[in-house]
């Protein structure tokens, strides 16, 4: 099969190593990839948004099979206008992601919250605004017990989650977000939840919108500092398997969550043909949902397809085909822990362009190197982003696969370099 990945930082490069290692893999293209990725796979200089260039690269390269990595194609509808593709067209691929219909689970908190309450998945209570019943949103606040968990409605970059200790914060976040539009058109609508503590996880699922296939858990680290403080990020690091996702509250999770997710899907008729992501939280050992991803996590994706042993493009086959409740999910026996190194002033400002060293170094066959943030500046690979790379290891133990990826990440460098010394640190 001739496959195209869309996207350019850790998650696809770890996606197109893992496609790369299928016999079913003929050809592999990622658009518009990054120097880690040319080194695997053919780039394509094409970006995530060209709709009619992906639908022409398709057809003129007879791509069976387009990955979906990043959300922002998927919520504007790449599948939708994919599929017209077949009958318009005569192209013979399908699309790794869900309709555009589907994929608000991702585009929407409101269309998440009222889905999860329809189809009795648990998850915070809530209640949303906008501009309309504004006044209404402030009196909701100065009455609800803290802290308070404000979010965004749209896409915001990751940024548009706030949790407020005091009502003055959460009055002053709302006002920004609803009257000086902080996020433009994704905070016209905010959703106020209640805070659940306990543990945030996440849970990967592959499904067809009828049936679905687990494809493992992790848990992220978000804080920029060491013992989770300091500004939330997209991910500083994760860990799999996470030692208290067991068989027991697995179990929970299938029972409460995922299936009646699936089957919400299918009673409402929401075409769903890719990866559920599920951001749970851990609360005294029952799951709830904090939020739904129509996407695979980044940088979730560079442990959690290191320890997936069953061949990936074989299940988009059987989810394409139907088979997919008949596939089997192996998972290596050792454990896997990410570390990103992120550019100084990260998740603020941060200067690009700074010459990467160590990119060459022979590796142990136990970890792997995925780069995010980076671009060819001539013969030298860059910084281009916040996030730069991920280095993932496998060990007998947590604590060993932490401390051979760290081990790896002192040999490599560039100027203003940071990364977290203590991912995992609650389970060594």
């Known amino acids: 099969m001739n496959v195209l990945i869309l996207g350019s930082g850790g998650r696809e490069h770890a996606l197109a190593w893992k496609i790369l290692q299928s016999h079913h893999c003929s050809q592999l293209f990622v658009a518009p990839g990054n120097p880690g990725i040319a080194s695997i796979a053919n780039i394509v200089d094409m970006g995530v948004k060209d709709f009619e260039g992906i639908k022409s690269f398709c057809i003129n390269s007879k791509i069976d099979v387009l990955v ?28 790794v992601g869900p309709s555009k219909e589907a994929a608000q689970l991702e585009g929407s908190k409101a269309f998440s919250k009222k889905f999860m309450q329809r189809n009795g998945i648990p998850t915070a209570g809530y209640a949303e605004f906008t501009k309309d019943n504004f006044e209404e949103g402030k009196i909701y606040i100065a009455k609800h017990s803290l802290p308070i968990v404000l979010k965004a409605d749209g896409l915001a970059a990751g940024k548009g989650v706030v949790i407020s200790e005091t009502h003055e914060d959460a009055l002053q976040v709302f006002e920004e977000m609803i009257i000086h539009q902080q996020f433009g058109k994704a905070s016209s609508k905010v959703v106020i939840e209640e805070f659940l503590k306990g543990i945030e996880v996440s849970v990967f699922v592959l499904t067809n919108g009828v049936d679905y296939a ?8 978000k804080r920029i500092g060491e013992g989770d403080t300091g500004l939330n990020t997209g991910g500083m690091g994760c860990v799999t398997p996470v030692p208290f996702m067991d068989e027991d509250f697995m179990q929970k999770v299938e029972a409460n969550i995922i299936a009646p997710t699936v089957n919400g899907l299918a009673k409402e008729g929401l075409i769903y043909n890719g990866f559920i992501f599920f951001g749970l939280m851990n609360v005294e050992g029952d799951p709830q949902v904090i939020e739904y991803n129509c996407r695979m996590g980044d940088p979730e994706t560079e442990v959690v397809l290191p320890r997936l042993e069953t061949d990936l493009l074989s299940l988009f086959a059987a989810m394409d085909n139907g088979t997919l409740a008949d596939a089997n999910i192996n998972f290596s026996d050792g454990h896997f822990a990410t570390v990103v190194a992120v550019s100084g002033g990260y998740p603020g400002d941060y200067k690009k362009n700074r010459p990467i060293t160590g990119l060459n170094n022979q590796l142990p066959s136990s970890s792997l190197v995925f780069q995010a943030g980076t671009k060819q500046d001539g013969e030298a690979i860059v910084t281009n982003g916040g996030r730069v790379l991920t280095v993932t290891s496998k060990g007998n133990s947590m604590q060993e696969a932490v401390q051979q990826s760290l081990a790896i990440l002192k040999d490599l460098h560039f100027e203003g370099i940071n990364f977290r010394n203590d991912i995992g640190y609650e389970f060594k």
């Open 68 to 95: 979906v990595g990043p959300e922002d194609p998927l919520v504007n509808g790449i599948y939708d206008f994919m599929e017209h593709a077949k009958t318009e067209n005569d192209w013979k691929g399908f699309v």
């Open 214 to 221: 687990i494809l493992g858990h992790a848990k992220d680290y």
